[in-house]
């Protein structure tokens, strides 16, 4: 009954290892590739679209790197050099800001590295991604070998997780950092809860797990988000705890998320001081994301007459032929998406209905390809109900991304991360119940009864007492 098991994993590692290199084989970098939309170029947004598309192009950006993002590295790690102030980035004839969108902390972060091991921008990125997705896969593979203990459900695991591990550096960029946190750390999540004993011991460990989640929101806006969502579900339905002491539970968990973005607070304010020094004349950046933006293009998911492709250049156009003033990205640029989207959704509700069910149609196969074996295992031997509504709940917030943007592998790590966990826990579950001694059985004919619910659920009595 082992080998079957065992060659079914195989095959699917396989498939689930080539499925999402195939996506992203046909992807294109939308930010740096695309041709300049053509506009007149007395449209504010264009002019400055324009200039970030010829920065792009001309950053020298290695292939597994957006070209826009790559620039404002660069930018960051000259200002830094030159000035030893965080966050401040040098264009070539000014200092700017470094951190104009909200995966701000990447820019703190690798300069740092570059300029204390003495590495230039390629290798500092590289060495950043094989160390994130490397401790990452560590970390969550201890938690689970120690929740595992038997070699059946260890070799589940090592089969499942090595795909995702895979497919992760695959990704490159920053899209890592979504599943590297959820790998790393939801599995002691589910280990820690279940056998912590010490008096305060969870409390600090959450507040550890908020910190971990408020330092991957830095470096890769919202990655952390889900997993303190299923670390709230977890101990806020426990059984273990009175009302208070899980709410004590939680506001650890949110404490520890909020420190990082208070010292990136402080970090942004010195180099506002830092450039209003040198320009009296500097205002502040919002560093926030183009969300209207970013809608608006992923209804050029299906060919349509509204929006022509998943493209930035497409949204600049719009937004030119309607508000030419309006500066890329700004408040005024959003709100001239924000009103297309809805007319949009106003004058063709059956368009927009076909999007989200093309959206969803993927994201489900996705589900599908990575928990596989564990949806039938958690139907016939289902997990405490918190464990299901932390998972569930997780997976429903990292499918927003495909939902609102595109279903792109490489947008959907954390998701896929998630649905990952979600089957091994599943199927581990469920060969602890006697599942294939049950088919063993039902093979033989030794029973009657191979497809009877489990007469025991070791997650039922997850999150025991933490006196």
């Known amino acids: ?45 264009f002019e400055m679209f324009a200039a970030l598309h010829h920065r792009s192009m001309t950053s020298g950006h290695p292939s597994w790197m957006m070209g826009e993002r790559f620039a404002n590295l660069e930018e960051a790690l000259e200002g830094y050099r030159r000035t030893g102030v965080s966050l401040v980035a040098y264009d070539g004839q000014r200092y700017v800001p470094a951190s104009r969108t909200d995966d701000a902390g990447i820019d703190y972060l690798i300069p740092k590295m570059a300029r204390g091991l003495g590495l230039d921008l390629v290798g500092s990125l590289k060495l950043f991604l094989l160390l994130l997705v490397l401790s990452s896969a560590a970390a969550g593979l201890s938690a689970l ?51 912590s004993k010490s008096r305060f011991g969870m409390e600090v460990f959450l507040l550890l797990v908020g910190l971990g989640t408020g330092i991957s929101d830095l470096l890769r806006a919202s990655s952390g988000i889900g997993v303190a969502i299923f670390a709230g579900c977890i101990v806020l339905f426990s059984s273990g705890r009175k009302l208070s002491g899980r709410l004590l539970l939680v506001a650890a968990l949110l404490v520890g998320a909020v420190i990082p973005r208070l010292y990136f607070i402080h970090l942004l304010h010195s180099r506002d001081t830092y450039l209003y020094r040198h320009d009296p004349g500097y205002l502040p950046t919002s560093g926030t994301h183009p969300f209207w933006h970013s809608v608006y293009i992923g209804f050029g998911f299906l060919s349509n007459p509204y929006v022509s492709a998943y493209k930035d250049g497409v949204a600049v156009q719009t937004v030119c032929s309607i508000s030419p003033q309006a500066g890329y990205v700004s408040a005024e640029y959003e709100a001239v998406l924000k009103r297309q989207v809805w007319r949009l959704i106003r004058e063709d509700p059956e368009f927009m209905f076909q999007t989200l069910g093309a959206k969803l149609g993927v994201i489900g196969l996705f589900l599908i390809l990575f928990a596989h074996l564990g949806l039938p295992s958690a139907f016939w031997y289902p997990k405490a109900w918190p464990v299901e509504l932390g998972f569930w709940c997780a997976l429903g917030f990292n499918a927003l991304f495909g939902i609102l943007v595109v279903p792109h592998y490489p947008y959907l790590l954390g998701y896929i991360a998630f649905a990952v966990l979600y089957g091994i826990y599943s199927i581990c579950h469920a060969i ?13 004919g030794e029973s009657k009864n191979a497809t009877r619910l489990p007469e025991r659920d070791e997650y039922s009595e997850l999150i025991q007492s933490q006196r």
Do not use: H
Request: proline share 6%; net charge neutral; glycine share 2%.
């Open 145 to 195: 070998f120690l929740t595992f203990s038997d070699w059946i459900s260890r070799t589940v695991v090592i089969l499942c997780v090595l795909p995702l591990v895979f497919i992760s550096y695959e990704a490159k960029d920053l899209y890592a950092i979504q599943s590297a946190v959820v790998v790393g750390v939801v599995p002691w999540v589910l280990y820690l809860v279940k056998n």
């Open 432 to 444: 602890d119940c006697g599942i294939l001694r049950s088919l063993w059985q039902a093979r033989d």
């Open 1 to 45: 009954m082992m080998k079957p098991l065992v060659m079914v994993l195989l095959l699917w590692t396989a498939i689930c290892s080539a499925a999402p290199r195939a996506q992203l084989a046909g992807m294109t970098d939308e930010k740096t590739a695309e041709p300049l939309p053509p506009a007149s170029q007395s449209c504010v947004s």
